[in-house]
C-alpha cells in the first residue's frame, strides 16, 4: 500500500477540501493519511465561517503520524494562517518527505479567502522551494509571480518565475477562455495537456482532485510528466460525473474513475 499525507481544510459541503481529496486518493489505491488545518462552515453556495486549528495541534498532528510512518507522497492545500505554513514546513524539511505537492490554495470560487494576506510571502519564501511540484490555478500564478496571467502565453511567464523558487510548476487552465489546458514546466521544457471545456456549472473541487491525484500518482512512482498526464485524465473524468448538490456549484467526483475502470 501507498500513502499520501493531505494537509488541507475540511469542507462541511464535502465537495472540496480534506473530503474530496479522500476521495480522489481512495479512489486510485492509495491510502490517504489527514492532518487538518481549518474547519470551514459551508455549502455549495458560500462559506459562512471559518476556524482555524491551532499551529501547535496541527505539528502535533503530524508528528504523531510520521512516528509511525512515512507517507510516500504530500499534499498540501489550505493552510489558512502564517503559523500554519511554517509549522507545516518545518515538518516536512526534518523528515525529508518526498513528492511534495502544494496547491497554494489562497480563495475559495466564492470568493472567500483561504490564506491570510500575511502568510503569502511566507509561502512564497519557504513552503514552495521544499514543494517537488506546485499547482497554482490562474489566479494562484499571479499573486505567486507578481504578474497578470490571463492566458496562455501569461502562465509560461508565470511558471518560468514559478520555477526559479525550486519545484516543477503546473499550473491548471481550467478558467482559461475556450480550451482548457494545464501547463507543466520542469525547468527545461513546457508540457501541455489540453482538453475540449465541459459545459457544466458542477466544477466545485476541481483543483483538490488535481493536486491529491497528482501526488497519488507520485506515490506510485509514476514522473512528473506521467503523474501530471494522469492527474489531467482523472480530473477530467471527475467533472464529467459531476452532479448537483444543493442550490450552487456542485461537486465533480472523483469515484467515476474507478467505474471508467472497471
Given at each position: 500500500?501507498?500513502?499520501?499525507?493531505?494537509?488541507?481544510g475540511s469542507?462541511?459541503s464535502?465537495?472540496?477540501?480534506?473530503?474530496?481529496?479522500?476521495?480522489?486518493?481512495?479512489?486510485?489505491g492509495?491510502?490517504?493519511?489527514?492532518?487538518?488545518?481549518?474547519v470551514?462552515?459551508?455549502?455549495?453556495v458560500?462559506?459562512a465561517?471559518?476556524?482555524?486549528?491551532?499551529?501547535?495541534?496541527?505539528?502535533t498532528q503530524?508528528?504523531t503520524i510520521?512516528?509511525?510512518?512515512?507517507?510516500?507522497?504530500?499534499k498540501?492545500?489550505?493552510?489558512?494562517?502564517?503559523?500554519?505554513?511554517?509549522?507545516?514546513?518545518?515538518?516536512?524539511r526534518?523528515?525529508?518527505?518526498?513528492?511534495v505537492?502544494?496547491?497554494?490554495v489562497?480563495?475559495?470560487?466564492?470568493?472567500n479567502?483561504?490564506?491570510e494576506?500575511e502568510?503569502?510571502?511566507?509561502?512564497?519564501?519557504?513552503?514552495?522551494p521544499?514543494a517537488?511540484?506546485v499547482?497554482?490555478?490562474?489566479?494562484?500564478?499571479?499573486?505567486?509571480?507578481n504578474?497578470?496571467?490571463?492566458d496562455?502565453?501569461?502562465?509560461?511567464?508565470?511558471?518560468k518565475?514559478?520555477?526559479?523558487?525550486?519545484?516543477?510548476?503546473?499550473i491548471?487552465?481550467g478558467?482559461l477562455?475556450?480550451?482548457?489546458i494545464?501547463?507543466?514546466?520542469?525547468?527545461?521544457?513546457?508540457?501541455?495537456?489540453?482538453?475540449?471545456?465541459?459545459?457544466?456549472?458542477?466544477?466545485h473541487?476541481?483543483?483538490?482532485?488535481?493536486?491529491?491525484?497528482?501526488?497519488?500518482?507520485?506515490?506510485?512512482?509514476?514522473?512528473v510528466?506521467?503523474?501530471?498526464?494522469?492527474?489531467?485524465?482523472?480530473?477530467?473524468?471527475?467533472?464529467?460525473?459531476?452532479?448537483?448538490?444543493?442550490?450552487g456549484?456542485g461537486?465533480?467526483?472523483?469515484?467515476?474513475?474507478?467505474?471508467?475502470s472497471e
Amino acid at each position: 500500500m501507498k500513502y499520501v499525507l493531505v494537509i488541507a481544510g475540511s469542507d462541511s459541503s464535502g465537495g472540496a477540501g480534506i473530503q474530496a481529496d479522500i476521495k480522489a486518493i481512495t479512489s486510485l489505491g492509495v491510502h490517504a493519511l489527514t492532518a487538518l488545518t481549518a474547519v470551514t462552515a459551508q455549502n455549495s453556495v458560500g462559506i459562512a465561517a471559518i476556524h482555524k486549528i491551532p499551529a501547535r495541534f496541527i505539528s502535533t498532528q503530524l508528528h504523531t503520524i510520521a512516528e509511525d510512518l512515512i507517507p510516500d507522497a504530500v499534499k498540501v492545500s489550505m493552510l489558512y494562517s502564517r503559523l500554519a505554513v511554517n509549522e507545516v514546513t518545518k515538518f516536512i524539511r526534518k523528515y525529508a518527505l518526498p513528492n511534495v505537492v502544494v496547491d497554494p490554495v489562497m480563495a475559495a470560487s466564492t470568493g472567500n479567502r483561504l490564506l491570510e494576506p500575511e502568510a503569502i510571502p511566507l509561502l512564497k519564501e519557504v513552503l514552495i522551494p521544499v514543494a517537488k511540484v506546485v499547482t497554482p490555478n490562474l489566479y494562484e500564478a499571479g499573486i505567486i509571480a507578481n504578474i497578470k496571467v490571463e492566458d496562455v502565453y501569461e502562465m509560461a511567464e508565470a511558471a518560468k518565475l514559478i520555477k526559479k523558487m525550486g519545484p516543477d510548476v503546473v499550473i491548471t487552465g481550467g478558467h482559461l477562455p475556450g480550451k482548457s489546458i494545464d501547463l507543466l514546466y520542469d525547468g527545461n521544457e513546457f508540457h501541455r495537456f489540453p482538453s475540449s471545456r465541459i459545459n457544466t456549472e458542477h466544477t466545485h473541487g476541481t483543483g483538490c482532485v488535481f493536486s491529491s491525484a497528482l501526488a497519488a500518482f507520485l506515490a506510485q512512482g509514476h514522473g512528473v510528466v506521467t503523474a501530471t498526464k494522469l492527474a489531467h485524465d482523472f480530473t477530467r473524468s471527475s467533472i464529467l460525473d459531476g452532479y448537483a448538490c444543493g442550490r450552487g456549484s456542485g461537486p465533480v467526483n472523483p469515484t467515476s474513475w474507478k467505474k471508467s475502470s472497471e
